[in-house]
Antibody, heavy 117, light 110 residues
Framework: EVQLVESGGGSVQPGGSLRLSCAAS????????MHWVRQAPGKGPVWVSR????????VHADSVKGRFTISRDNAKSALYLQMNSLRAEDTAVYYC??????????WGQGTTVTVSS | QSALTQPPSASGSPGQSVTISCTGT?????????VSWYQQRPGKAPKLMIY???KRPSGVPDRFSGSKSDNTASLTVSGLQAEDEADYYC??????????FGTGTKVTVL
């Protein structure tokens, strides 16, 4: 079964850091581009970051550029999102997704990040 | 990058059709044939229903169809069923490896 499982979410104070992880299974992880997408409570999804299949190219949304870093370890079938200098507006459910022809065909169950003092 | 514009709500009776619009700009929807549509039920992750404007992933009923004209994409659900009640979001590639999602439409089956 193709599956993505996120972990690492939690509550953190403004200015703090968190590292999200996503464990992939059931497919050849290293063959696919991957994304992080977040969704604030009651709002629509927002694309955050993208990484190509071998990790040599990454892109981040302007709202997180310089604060968040996407990375991957193909040997471990794992995707990561290092989040620094967190702000209240970063509060959301964070989803790991698989790219499919510039759509996203596999989504994890999400991990919740809450930034509050 | 601004969110793509969708109507907040749409509704139809069982068996009827409903069409949801998704309006962007020439920098996203109008500039690329990479519009996707997602269905999201409460408390669940989004599910890909349409990709590359018109294509359906395996397992998605052919009641779901997509189209695009200029800067506006559309999702049509034909033969509405109770299980189609959900939030629907469009998304478009926006160049430079950026992606933008829509504001979302709540579909109600009357």
């Amino acid at each position: 079964e193709v599956q993505l499982v996120e972990s690492g979410g939690g509550s953190v104070q403004p200015g703090g850091s968190l590292r999200l992880s996503c464990a992939a299974s059931g497919f050849t992880f290293g063959a696919f581009w991957m994304h992080w997408v977040r969704q604030a409570p009651g709002k629509g999804p927002v694309w955050v970051s993208r990484i190509n299949s071998d990790g040599s190219s990454t892109v981040h949304a302007d709202s997180v550029k310089g604060r968040f870093t996407i990375s991957r370890d193909n040997a471990k079938s794992a995707l990561y999102l290092q989040m620094n200098s967190l702000r209240a507006e970063d509060t959301a459910v964070y989803y790991c997704t698989r790219d499919y022809n510039k759509g996203m065909d596999v989504w994890g169950q999400g991990t919740t990040v809450t930034v509050s003092s | 990058q601004s969110a793509l514009t969708q109507p907040p709500s749409a509704s139809g009776s069982p068996g009827q059709s409903v069409t949801i619009s998704c309006t962007g700009t020439s920098s996203d929807v109008g500039g690329y044939n990479y519009v996707s549509w997602y269905q999201q039920r409460p408390g669940k992750a989004p599910k890909l229903m349409i990709y590359e404007v018109t294509k359906r992933p395996s397992g998605v009923p052919d009641r779901f169809s997509g189209s695009k004209s200029d800067n506006t994409a559309s999702l049509t659900v034909s033969g509405l069923q109770a299980e189609d009640e959900a939030d629907y979001y469009c998304s478009s590639f926006a160049g430079g490896s950026n992606y933008v999602f829509g504001t979302g439409t709540k579909v109600t089956v009357l």
